[in-house]
């Protein structure tokens, strides 16, 4: 489904992701870790195409339409007083455009989604009035409207409680057996361990990337704490051949 090939991602001429290479499988599982600052959601965005590769490429065999893309709760702007149902609805953007009108079918499937996330009876409520685990629930359910075969998920649990995390653990667990392909970047290495197939250990540069238990050993876990430790954004800077991802 993936293909990442030398990438290099520079901001201000210093490697946020420097020389990584390897495939996401077609409906594959796979979490993205590593400490603070290490790229992981540099990764997702250079798969996505939002921002410039320095060096290398990424290749992508579905099309922009198919794929789906959820950033971190700090990045999304919740002061427009749009209503849950709406803000679902959204997810079929690239079916409406920006004039199409909205289908009986497409409101049944939103209305199918705010249940299947546990949020029925919230639909004529404001995304700003919903708790950050609902207002989560409600970007799944968006997600659900996207029918997506490539799924990027940016710390999706991170300050979710335990009933949020297992509904929407469970959401992703149905991608999976339907062959779609899902990619999270998480931090908590045992909810990787219990729920994630393959996993990626970044520390900007590429630690080990395959099956989650050849990954997550303590040799793989210490040298990417002391390469996060040597870090100096001050360091020379790295000169890459410019390519776009």
Not at 63 to 86: H, N
Not at 110 to 128: K, M, P, S
Not at 224 to 244: F, G, K, P, Q, V
Request: aromatic fraction near 6%.
């Amino acid at each position: 489904m993936v293909s990442v090939d030398n990438l290099t991602v520079s901001y201000r001429q210093h490697p946020a992701l420097h020389h990584i290479s390897g495939q996401f499988a077609n409906g594959s599982l796979t979490a993205v870790i590593g400490p603070n600052g290490s790229g992981k959601s540099t990764l997702l965005k250079s798969i996505m195409g939002l921002i410039k590769a320095s060096g290398g490429r990424v290749q992508v065999s579905t099309p922009r339409a198919r794929m789906a893309y959820l950033p971190q709760m700090t990045e999304i702007d919740r002061s427009f007083p749009m209503p849950v149902r709406d803000c679902v609805l959204l997810g079929c953007w690239s079916a409406l455009g920006a004039w199409g009108g909205v289908s009986a079918d497409m409101l049944a499937r939103a209305d199918a989604a705010i249940h299947t996330v546990g949020l029925e009876g919230f639909e004529q409520r404001t995304v700003g009035s919903l708790s950050s685990g609902q207002f989560q629930r409600v970007l799944f359910a968006r997600l659900l409207m996207q029918d997506a075969e490539l799924i990027l998920l940016d710390e999706p649990f991170n300050a979710m409680d335990s009933r949020t995390t297992s509904t929407l653990l469970d959401l992703i667990k149905q991608w999976h057996v339907q062959g779609r392909t899902v990619i999270a970047v998480l931090h908590d290495d045992a909810q990787v361990r219990a729920h994630f197939e393959q996993t990626v250990l970044l520390a900007r540069e590429l630690v080990a990337w395959g099956s989650t238990a050849q990954v997550l050993t303590e040799p793989h876990l210490n040298r990417a704490r002391a390469l996060a430790e040597a870090w100096d954004d001050n360091a020379d800077i790295c000169h890459t051949d410019e390519a776009t991802a």
